[in-house]
Structures are given as C-alpha cells and as structure tokens.
C-alpha cells in the first residue's frame, strides 16, 4: 500500500483520507489527511465537501467543489446560481432543465389566466354593445343622393 501512496505523491495524485482511525507511517503522516472515518455519507460533511474541493483543484474545475456545496444545501435558488456561475458543469443541465420546465409551467398558467380574462372582457363588451343596440331608438336611413356639379 505505501508503494501506491509514494507513486501518486510523486505524480502529484495524493489525495489522503482516513476512512477508520489509523497511524500512517512517514512521509504520509506529515501530509494533511482528511478524517472521513465518522461520515455518514452526508452530502454537507465538512470532510467530504474538503475533499470534493481538493479533487476540483486537481482537476482545474472549481464546478465541482461549487456544485457539491450548491447539493449539499438542496435549496433551488443556490442550485440555479450555481448554474448561472458554471452553465458547463455537468450537474448544470438537470438544473437548468427543470428551471426552464418550472418556467414553462409558470408561463402556461398565466398565459391561461390572461387568456380567460381577455375572453370574459370581451364577452362583457359584446353583451354592452347588444344591449346598447336594442335599446336604441334610431332608425337608420339610406343617405340622401347629393349630386355636384362643377
């Protein structure tokens, strides 16, 4: 185990983390290890998410440490910023996907409402105008021919 250690410290590819209580043996003891050894696989451990953020540093996307945490609080509006700040990553379409479904929804019920508002308005204006019109006592007559002369 310490061979595979010592090739990954030398490419620059150690990432450690105690998952049970143990003493690790020089040089690995001088190294910042994180203890996930009580995590009960909750998306907000400070651990995990210390160590999501170490792996998005060596990978050079900054997204994913930034979308674990915008998880970890599983409240929309952090996710949706998230996706505003990082369209690229991945996890940023279901996001998107379901902002736009949401919108879509939210679209459709008020152009409904508007539609049945308009409907009614103009039923109300076409009942005043035919009552209007009933009511009338005019008489309309053809036009009386003028003729012109020059």
Known sequence: M??????ASDIEN????????????PPFNRIHTEN????????SDPGWLKLVERIAERLGRKGISEAAKAL???DKQTLYKFAQRFPEEPVAQPIWSDAEAKHRSEFQSCLGE??????ARAAR?????????????????????HHFHP
């Not at 150690?14 to 043996?25: D, E, G, K, Q, R």
């Open 14 to 25: 150690y990432l450690p983390i105690y998952i049970a209580p143990c003493v690790l043996m």
């Open 125 to 145: 204006i076409t009942a005043d105008i035919s009552v209007s019109v009933g009511s009338s006592r005019c008489r309309v007559t053809p036009r009386a021919r």
């Open 36 to 43: 996930l050894s009580n995590w009960a696989e909750s998306a």
């Open 72 to 74: 970890a609080t599983g």
């Open 114 to 119: 508007a539609r049945a508002s308009v409907a």
């Open 2 to 7: 310490n061979d595979e250690a010592e090739y």
